[in-house]
């Protein structure tokens, strides 16, 4: 993935919001990964958003800030804006 670059969390939630959190930030170009995505498939119950460990996404430390401002506006938006 990436040897040196600090991965950071912009996201937590369900394996199922997690995913499309990841989805919207990939048609929007950002490098998104889920952390934990084994544990949501494995029980969804434990990872559900608010529980002990929920469905991570992440990307890098350089994209985290122009990350979390495309997931406030939602999946509605273009990606080609």
């Not at 939602?74 to 804006?81: A, H, L, M, T």
Request: charged share 25%; aromatic share 8%.
């Amino acid at each position: 993935m990436f040897n040196d670059t600090k991965l950071i969390v912009v996201f937590q939630g369900s394996i199922l919001e997690a995913d499309v959190a990841r989805s919207v930030l990939e048609a929007h170009g950002f490098r998104a990964f889920l952390k934990d995505e084994a544990m949501g498939t494995l029980m969804p119950w434990y990872t559900a958003a608010g529980s002990v460990g929920p469905v991570k996404v992440v990307v890098p430390e350089s994209e985290a800030e122009r990350a979390r401002a495309v997931l406030e506006q939602g999946p509605s938006q273009d990606p080609e804006q």
